[in-house]
């Protein structure tokens, strides 16, 4: 009866999916819910990576995770994100080998899984001021690119993929809902007056987004959205150099700045995550570490003036 049920387990829990699935099901058991979501929000990038095609275990391989790891970074996201995701999918091949339903085939030898110490990302509120105070009339593909750092500044450091995909019919009675396309976790943002006179600039009649940043319903919608993150870029390191910014301004900037803004306001740091839509405050964390390692040397200088 005991090899019965040692079987059933080796053969329902041969594919990756199902797996990870049982995993996240035992830590909301046991009340790990941040651990929970972080190897939720793993298997879902992994599913889109693998376009929702389960894999055995026991053929998970170093060229598949290299593949993996080589889809994060086209996506855009840094070497300590990509970790993360490595070192999640690391702990649940580790558990399988540990279990005995694996051999150890080393997948992970060739991707990195380190940390390393996030450079600061963030402009302070002063320099958003300066960059919104910019007279761009003879720079259309300047103004825009400012507009929409702001407009991601304006909604909680939002994402630009998430900016690219905004719906008209997604704002509604002075709220905006959509669903981070990073998570799948349903945000809610309160629409102000600076949010609206963005949009009034930019009009998308003809269009069902909300922001011209996809703008055309015949073409690809993606390489719609990657042309313009690189335009815009572009554009935002231009102005930043302009401006003497002290890093290179992207749209990633503008959710680093909104996170260092809050809490240099001393927004608590749960708030923080919960506007960021951060799917654990490990990562916030992460953010906030990075950015403000000017706060520890003020403290230090405090304390040896005590002396």
């Not at 095609?53 to 840094?78: H, M, Q, V």
């Amino acid at each position: 009866m005991a090899m019965r049920n040692n079987n059933h387990r080796s053969v329902s829990h041969a594919y990756l999916f199902p797996y990870m699935e049982e995993s996240i099901q035992k830590f909301v058991a046991v009340g790990k819910i941040r651990t929970a979501e972080t190897y939720r929000t793993t298997l879902l990038r992994f599913k889109r990576f693998r376009q929702d095609e389960d894999i055995r275990l026991a053929s998970i391989d170093d060229e598949l995770i290299s593949g993996f790891e080589r889809s994060l970074k086209e996506s855009g996201l840094c070497a300590n994100t990509t970790s993360f995701y490595m070192r999640i999918l690391r702990a649940v091949y580790n558990r399988a080998l540990r279990e005995g339903l694996i051999k150890n085939r080393n997948p992970f030898k060739y991707v990195y899984t380190g940390v390393d110490k996030t450079l600061k990302r963030a402009i302070d509120i002063e320099d958003v001021k300066r960059l919104a105070a910019l007279n761009l009339d003879d720079c259309p593909a300047e103004a825009l690119a400012r507009d929409l750092f702001l407009f991601s500044f304006y909604m909680r450091g939002m994402s630009f993929v998430d900016m690219a995909y905004l719906q008209k019919r997604d704002l509604h009675c002075g709220v905006l809902s959509y669903r981070r396309r990073k998570t799948g976790q349903t945000m809610f943002i309160r629409w102000e007056k600076c949010m609206q006179k963005i949009i009034d600039r930019y009009p998308t009649r003809s269009s069902p987004y909300l922001l011209p940043i996809i703008t055309s319903t015949e073409k690809d919608a993606r390489s719609q959205y990657i042309y313009m993150i690189h335009k815009v870029n572009d554009n935002l390191k231009t102005l930043g150099r302009r401006l003497g910014f002290p890093v290179p301004l992207t749209m990633y900037v503008a959710r680093h700045t909104w996170a260092n803004t809050a809490r240099r306001k001393n927004v608590p740091l749960s708030v923080i995550s919960e506007g960021m839509g951060h799917t654990s405050e490990m990562t916030t964390r992460i953010y906030l570490d990075s950015l403000d390692a000017s706060a520890i040397d003020d403290a230090n200088l405090m304390i040896l003036e005590l002396l």
